[in-house]
């Protein structure tokens, strides 16, 4: 199914391609490219490739001005918060990319359009193509808006796991721990279930592509849901 909407994709990001080849290209699943066995056209790989590079120069960079008293070690570990494909999908999801990726009558049957892995390399596919058609200013201008906003949420989900065991340790609560309730959907596009509990109380659920994601999801949810309380 063909939703490939150059104009809706443009107000959604807002940035206005002068090459417009390019942001059909950051579009275009290798699925689809196969598919159509079409010569002279090209998967959104190359710009994923080239994107990546990109936002990791940007997000350094980010980080390295607005948070000068942490040492190297902590920076990276934010970088890795900010550009992990849990947070890189939720922004593809939030820009509707999901909706006007062109894939294969395959892979469209299996998912794809939610697809986190696919919705990750579509933030990066387009962060390329913005830089080749408008250069570093506009690439920084796509990430900056998008992706580094409210950066103690992200860095709070990546570090979840850790920041949980760490409030309750601290506090003499007792001990966390994970239970799978459930797994879903097929093989190729696997969903799984997990709730986090304090000396058997429950306290949150989570879901997510894998186990260590579900896991860190429900974590994520539990402190949440803590800080509201301590908040109310």
Known sequence: MLNFDEEKI????QYQFQNKELLRQAFSHSSFINEMKRKGMESYERLEFLGDAVLELITSEF???NYKDLPEGKLTKMRASIVC???LSGVSEMLHFG????LSRGEEHTGGRNRSSILCDLFESVL???YLDGGMEAAQSYVYKFLLTDIEHKTLFYDAKTT???MYQKDGKGIVTYHLLEEKGPDHNKRFVTEVLVDGVVLATG???????????????AILQQREKENY
Do not use: H, P, R
């Open 164 to 166: 949980l065991q760490e």
């Open 128 to 130: 390329g193509a913005i």
């Open 85 to 87: 494909e849990f947070t």
């Open 99 to 102: 909706d006007y990726v062109l």
């Open 207 to 221: 879901e997510g592509t894998s186990k260590k994601n579900a896991e860190q999801m429900a974590a994520y949810q």
């Open 10 to 13: 443009e107000q959604n990001i």
């Open 63 to 65: 980080l390295f001005e």
